[in-house]
């Protein structure tokens, strides 16, 4: 009867505050009334100094509030200390309102302290992924070393199909990119020197300066960064979706190598197609170097042809192809590392192809400077 009689009051009640006492000593503070911006603005003066003026142990009692906003809640809030009262009752539909100001005037945490080795840990945790990224490719690798000599004892057993078929996708798809990019570059580098060399009336060490640069460092370098780009980060996803789709887990049951018949032909074939890729770059560069030089310096392509063997030693050449060798086999080797190390969702996929194609462009640089290290007195008069 009590809620059927309060549902039938009138939606607008003036707000009013009494104070009543119990037999044992314990005091409610009654809140009645529409106790909104509307109806408390006359009297808000009065309304607050009487908030005031109840003890902090006594109960408050908002059955009777009709209406209530935030402005009359705050009013309440401010009373109570920016905090809930102990002892509280409230209607329902009143309890978001204090719920949404105990969330805004809720007191922050303290700052976390400032963790002076975080740099030190942050180094130390690249420096054990990297060690272990190093320990997996040398397992990788030496699994793989095995089912060669395996495949030498028995040719029969070798996955040729799977190596021609990697050869195609690897070598032959990949001849007009790296030809455009390769024209592009040999225009580009014959253009800029060779206004150089006219200055100083140098114009036939152009042939000198090209080849040797073509020849012994771009070609393989931009070969090794395209395929790398294109084809590593094509078996690194190969070898993620099979991960994901649990291909390589059923050949694991079936008892078949997956190093045998994944990740060796990948690298056998790259170690062939890679040296091809090089001779053919080297090749268009070098064409796009004689049209510059023609069209820049007047100088024939028979001429630059002819001067091409005297100003570039053949060590040069066997530089260049044996960078593609171990290119090939650094990026194919790679790639299928992160490759069966993505784990069974789509964001690892993505996640561990992208840093298969930076490992491998990195780890061409690196080799490449090694190599200019070692053979500095090679090939240069």
Not at 125 to 132: D, F, H, K, S, T
Not at 142 to 157: D, K, M, Y
Not at 251 to 280: S, Y
């Amino acid at each position: 009867m009590a809620t059927a009689a309060s549902n039938l009051t009138p939606a607008w009640i003036p707000p009013a505050l009494r104070l009543t006492q119990a037999g044992d000593g314990a005091q409610t503070v009654e809140i009645a009334g529409a106790w909104n911006l509307r109806s408390l603005e006359p009297m808000i003066a009065d309304m607050t100094a009487r908030l005031t003026e109840p003890p902090q142990e006594a109960q408050w009692d908002l059955s009777g509030v009709t209406r209530l906003d935030h402005a009359g809640a705050m009013m309440l809030w401010r009373a109570w200390g920016y905090q809930r009262a102990e002892r509280l009752v409230l209607r329902p539909e009143h309890e978001i309102i204090f719920t949404h100001l105990k969330l805004v005037h809720a007191t922050p945490d303290e700052p976390p302290s400032r963790d002076r080795l975080k740099f030190v840990v942050a180094v130390g945790e690249q420096v054990l992924a990297l060690w272990e990224h190093m320990v997996g490719v040398v397992r990788l690798l030496g699994a793989v070393t095995l089912n060669f000599f395996e495949i030498v004892r028995h040719p029969s057993r070798a996955p040729w199909k799977e190596i021609s078929a990697n050869v195609y996708r690897t070598g032959t798809q990949a001849l007009g990119i790296t030809a455009l990019v390769g024209f592009l570059v040999g225009v580009v580098l014959s253009y800029l020197t060779g206004q150089q060399l006219k200055t100083f009336g140098a114009d036939i060490f152009i042939v000198n300066l090209l080849g040797v640069a073509v020849i012994r460092e771009l070609g393989p370098v931009l070969a090794a960064i395209l395929i790398a780009g294109r084809s590593g980060s094509a078996i690194t996803a190969q070898l993620g979706v099979m991960r994901v789709t649990e291909e390589i887990d059923a050949m694991a049951v079936m008892g078949i190598p997956h190093t045998l018949r994944l990740v060796l032909p990948k690298m056998i074939a790259l170690a062939i197609a890679m040296p091809l890729i090089v001779l053919w770059t080297d090749a268009v560069a070098l064409f796009g170097g004689m049209v510059a030089a023609q069209t820049e310096l007047g100088l024939g392509m028979r001429y630059f042809l002819s001067a091409l063997p005297e100003a570039v030693p053949v060590a040069n050449l066997w530089l260049g192809l044996t960078k593609g060798v171990v290119f090939g086999i650094l990026i194919a080797l790679l790639a299928c590392h992160y490759g069966l190390r993505i784990e069974p969702n789509t964001e690892s996929l993505g996640a561990g192809t992208t840093r298969s194609v930076v490992a491998a462009i990195t780890i061409v640089i690196i080799v490449d400077a090694i190599f200019a290290v070692m053979f500095s007195n090679v090939g240069i008069y």
